[in-house]
């Protein structure tokens, strides 16, 4: 690192390892990071101009790519990034990803990462990790979503469901207070994005039941991350609560099945 690199702050996986050099970002490279950038490359090629371009790769294993200028929302998320205003922007910037992606074949071949997936499968590389970190604002709407390392192929309703799992959000009331603005109304804000996305009335049907399997996914992937001794799994489970967090939420998802399914149809 040179005086001149600039550290970027966010997420859990690459935490110390991301940086900023002129507009640049130089990054660890995933697994699949020719597959990815080859696919990256074609959604920018079908006019989808909201994601980082890849420039390459380094001998000692990391990515390089375009710097997107904005603002990224880190816990505990400022009410900015929790406005209507920026909700809305996020369906519309996913539905736009989705439309792209459709027109794009993914390589079958490649080792996509199944943390995250969807246990269906699908046809169409989702991102499956749109959390706040993840989406670049700029006044106070949606431009842009990086970190594509967790893309897998999926359905488009397996990625609508885990954005929404970060963007209602889907918490208990407690676990919302240590991260969340206060006074978010989650089965309001599930409207908002299923109606920003235009998600058809069999998908708003189905949303509730996906999201509780993606948040069984989810529990998952930190289960498996903490039985590695994974450190930074290790810490963010002891300070948000443990499973008992977890126990909560889920328990908080299936009694409110019915309110979130009555504020997506009616």
Excluded at 69 to 82: E, I, S, T
Excluded at 115 to 132: F, I, K, R, S, Y
Excluded at 195 to 203: A, C, E, I, K, M
Excluded at 214 to 242: I, M, N, S
């Amino acid at each position: 690192m040179t005086a001149e690199d600039e550290a970027l702050v966010g997420g859990m996986v690459n935490v110390g390892a991301v940086f900023r050099r002129g507009e640049l970002v130089e990054r660890p490279a995933p697994r699949n990071a020719r597959a990815l950038h080859a696919h990256l490359l074609a959604l920018k090629e079908h006019g989808f101009d909201a994601a980082p371009t890849p420039v390459g790769l380094t001998a000692d294993g990391r990515e390089q790519l375009t710097f997107i200028p904005g603002d990224v929302a880190l816990p505990p998320f400022p009410g900015w990034a929790m406005t209507k205003t920026a909700l809305e922007s996020v369906g519309s910037l996913l539905r736009r990803l989705h439309g792209t992606s459709a027109a794009v074949a993914v390589d079958t071949h490649a080792e996509w990462p199944r943390d995250l997936a969807d246990p269906e499968g699908g046809t169409m590389l989702c991102h499956n990790d749109v959390c706040p970190e993840n989406v670049v604002f700029r006044g106070g709407r949606a431009v842009a979503l990086i970190d594509f390392d967790r893309a897998a192929p999926g359905r488009p309703l397996w990625d609508v469901a885990m954005t929404a799992r970060y963007w209602m959000p889907v918490l208990d009331p407690e676990s919302v207070a240590a991260l969340y603005p206060s006074r978010l109304d989650a089965p309001a804000r599930l409207r908002i994005l299923a109606d920003s996305y235009g998600l058809s009335p069999r998908d708003r049907a189905d949303l509730p039941g996906v999201i509780e399997q993606a948040t069984e996914v989810c529990r998952a992937f930190v289960a498996r991350r903490v039985a590695d001794g994974d450190p930074v799994y290790l810490q963010a489970l002891a300070e948000h609560g443990g499973w008992e967090r977890w126990d909560r939420m889920q328990t908080w998802l299936a009694d409110h099945r019915k309110t979130f399914a009555a504020a997506l149809l009616n």
